[in-house]
């Protein structure tokens, strides 16, 4: 019944009255084989599909409201803080590197990289460490500061590249024990984390290149000094401080 009706449906046809289909749980191993030797409870089910489903909306949620505080933060320093405020909350056993031109703002974010990881990078958010110790500078032999310590826990240590449009960020790096839920929100994490850092690295470009052009059209380019606009741009400041002050103020050109 329902292929016929998808069927008129594309061939233009309204179908002539209502069709009520039956849902049915089909439950199937990872390799699309019947499993036949546990007994399904459909409501348990039903169950668990809800509460991922709601769960998962709320995590976005969260990580919306992340990344937005991330692409507002003023210094690297801050970025950290921010990292760990959330990721104490939400990330579990997990490490945060990233190269250090992802705090350059006068680096183009769409510029591509000559090599994937800088021989620097920062250490911005450990799970295990108190945040006040970052951002940590190490060089990337190390691979993650500690990770001796990590490797001690005995649990499974997966990594994912960090990028934005193509160009590479750093990395993260989760050492938890395995369960379905905590492994399937790794992709969510790692896509929001790529945003927040690609957007945050724009928006940082973006003030530098204001502050460039604007010292471009201000400042004679040989000498450093202010040229005719820039003059009577700097001229109309100091008139304006003058007429809301009691102070007198005299001005000579040379």
């Known amino acids: 019944d329902m292929a016929e009706v998808i069927s008129e449906l594309f061939s233009g046809k309204i179908p002539s009255h209502e069709h009520s289909i039956r849902y049915m749980i089909d439950v199937r191993s990872s390799c ?12 348990e089910l039903l169950k ?14 969260f990580l919306y ?3 937005e505080t991330l692409i507002g933060c003023k210094s690297i320093r801050e970025f950290s803080n ?22 350059d703002s006068s680096v183009d974010p769409a510029e591509q990289r000559s090599v994937t990881f800088d021989d620097e990078m920062y250490l911005v958010y450990r799970s295990d460490v108190n945040q006040n110790s970052f951002p940590t500078r190490f060089h990337r032999n190390e691979i ?20 934005y449009i193509g160009v590479p960020l750093g990395f993260m790096c989760y050492y938890c024990d395995v369960s ?5 929100r790794i992709p969510q994490i790692v896509t929001s984390l790529n945003n927040s850092i690609g957007s945050y690295r724009n928006a940082k470009y973006q003030q530098y290149m ?7 059209y201000m400042y004679d380019f040989l000498t450093g000094l202010l040229n005719r606009r820039g003059f009577f741009s700097e001229y109309k400041k100091f008139m304006a401080s003058l007429q809301s002050s009691e102070h007198c103020g005299s001005i000579t050109v040379a």
């Open 32 to 43: 699309g084989c019947l499993n036949e030797h546990e007994k399904l409870n459909t409501a």
């Open 48 to 61: 668990a599909a809800n509460d991922r489903f709601f769960r998962y909306q709320d995590e976005e949620r």
């Open 65 to 67: 409201e992340m990344s």
């Open 82 to 103: 921010n990292i760990g405020k959330y990721g104490n909350y939400y990330f579990y056993a997990t490490s945060v590197i990233l190269n250090c031109d992802c705090f």
């Open 144 to 163: 993650i500061p500690g990770i001796e310590d990590i490797l001690e826990k005995n649990t499974p240590v997966i990594f994912n590249a960090l990028n």
């Open 180 to 184: 379905m839920s905590d492994y399937c």
């Open 210 to 216: 204001v502050e460039y052009i604007k010292n471009i």
